[in-house]
């Protein structure tokens, strides 16, 4: 028996034509597998759209929300009337999309009524375009001649209550897979479930994190002992940097779980940063692949990916980050500094990114998302106020606008002169380094600068270190 789970992300399946490739792909590899599990985003900037949308009802704006549900409905009703022949499908795809957008203007006014939008109702507003497409594509399915039915993942994926960043309760996940969708795939139907969602065990929606489609596909793809779990995107497959910045980055045939977390964890967009947990844990080989050019065979992911000694694969970058410094002459004698300082940031909700060093050895230095580094600033300067007034802490600061730039690659353990050459590259480009940091890994190589150098810096290790050192 080979099943097969796969995934199709916002512009995979953003307008009729799109939708209309998808579903060809799948009508294709249904022939070659047992069973076929489908899991689908919205349309492209749908969910932007929605939170949007949410965003600004919260701060008194009652036109932007309303002339969103005017765009996504006329955007999914010229969907529906290109692709749906039958005129009693259409008339019933049509009132669940009206149903929704309903849904979605509801709640936007009882947010701007309260002047708030709490994170959970976030998530049930920013996953209402999930649940149109599903129904359109199982829809598209069936016109096809196959069965199809459309689920909403708030039925089998189960998640803490973390909203807008939930973690899936794995047992009851597997329990609720196995009672929905094992009869299903028996009969050779095939499921197309909602990705980014999930649901408490109360049943209150939750979302698994922006970009979460493709942790989705990972977590009901384990749950079902797939023998294989395939991303569908709008690039040829994990590339050596990410193509917008550097067009003519090239494809990584085959990756490691660990190499490509670390790109992910790191901003390369093409996979969710949490995708490769459950899949590492039952070794089930992941494939990135575009959904416009399917004759490219795309990456693999396997546990162990060849790697020579020295080589970097990739190079990516996430911006918007700060570096905090606390800084002090006294600090060293101080017990339990660092433990109050990561204590503080934590108790900000702010996840820290990495842990510098620094040029000098009296301060700690880490690095966080901007957004929090006014908060972060400020629970520091309360939570050191003796240090500080001892002058044992001399000041905490943050050093805005700086960019992480993280070279990946398995061959970069315990190999000397790899960060030379990054080094090397960098002063080429005339680019200052702030600092070095450690990746979570010991296949990345991370450096902190300013933000204005990210193209430049990511170009020179691209084409100096990655592609000249082949
Ligand atoms: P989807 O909607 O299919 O999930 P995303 O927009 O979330 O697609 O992710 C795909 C995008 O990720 C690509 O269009 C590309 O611009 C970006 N990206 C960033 N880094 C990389 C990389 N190293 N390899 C491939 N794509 C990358
Ligand atoms: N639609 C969701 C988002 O835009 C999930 C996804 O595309 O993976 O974040
Ligand atoms: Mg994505």
């Excluded at 022939?31 to 965003?55: C, F, P, Q, Y």
């Excluded at 701060?59 to 006329?74: A, F, I, K, N, P």
């Excluded at 749950?223 to 494809?251: N, Y």
């Amino acid at each position: 028996m080979s099943t097969l789970t796969m995934k199709f992300g916002g512009t995979s399946v953003g307008g009729a034509q799109a939708i209309a490739q998808a579903v060809r792909l799948v009508l294709d590899h249904a022939k070659r597998w047992d069973e076929i599990a489908v899991i689908v985003s919205a349309m492209n900037s749908v969910t932007d759209a929605l939170v949007n949308g949410a965003r600004t009802a919260a701060h008194g704006d009652e036109q932007s929300y309303r002339s969103t549900v005017e765009d996504l409905r006329t955007r999914h009703a010229h969907v529906i009337e290109a692709l749906i022949e039958s005129a009693d499908e259409r008339t019933e795809l049509i009132r669940i999309t009206d149903c929704h957008l309903r849904e979605f203007a509801a709640f936007c006014h009882s947010v701007m009524i309260l002047g708030e939008i709490t994170p959970r109702a976030m998530d049930t507003i920013s996953s209402l375009g999930e649940r149109i497409n599903a129904r359109i594509i199982a829809a598209l399915l069936r016109q096809n001649g196959v069965q199809s039915e459309a689920i909403d993942a708030t039925e089998i994926i189960v998640t803490d209550d973390a909203f807008q960043n939930a973690v899936p309760l794995m047992d009851l996940t597997r329990e609720r897979v196995a009672a929905r969708l094992r009869p299903l795939l028996a009969n050779g139907v095939i499921p197309v479930i909602t990705g980014f969602m999930g649901a408490t065990q109360e049943g209150v929606t939750t979302t698994l994190g922006r970009g979460g489609s493709d942790y989705s596909a990972a977590i009901i793809g384990a749950c079902l002992d797939s023998d294989e779990v395939w991303t569908w995107t709008d690039v040829d497959g994990v590339m050596t940097a990410d193509p917008r910045i550097v067009p003519h980055a090239q494809v990584i045939p085959v990756l490691s779980y660990s190499e490509v977390s670390e790109l992910a964890y790191f901003g390369a967009k093409v996979l969710h940063p949490r995708t490769m947990r459950p899949v590492i844990e039952h070794d089930i080989p992941l494939w990135v692949k575009n959904t416009f050019n399917p004759s490219c065979n795309g990456s693999r992911v396997v546990r162990e990916a060849e790697s020579i000694p020295g080589t970097i694969k990739a190079v990516t970058a996430i911006r918007g980050m700060s570096m905090v410094t606390v800084e002090g002459r006294g600090m060293l004698g101080v017990p339990g500094i660092a433990a109050r300082t990561f204590a503080a940031v934590a108790s900000q909700g702010a996840s820290v990114l990495m842990i510098v060093q620094a040029s000098s050895e009296q301060s700690i230095c880490f690095v966080i998302p901007t957004d929090a580094v006014l908060g972060v600033v400020r629970a520091l300067e309360r939570e050191l106020a003796l240090e500080l007034s001892r002058r044992d802490v001399e000041r905490v600061w943050s050093h805005d606008g700086v960019v992480i730039v993280t070279a990946v690659g398995a061959g970069l353990r315990a190999t000397p002169g790899v960060a030379a050459r990054i080094f090397g590259a960098l002063s080429k480009g005339d680019i200052n380094v702030i600092a070095i940091a450690q990746g979570s890994s010991d296949c990345s190589i991370s450096l902190v600068l300013d933000a204005n150098d990210t193209v430049a810096a990511v170009c020179q290790i691209h084409d100096e270190v990655i592609i000249n050192g082949r």
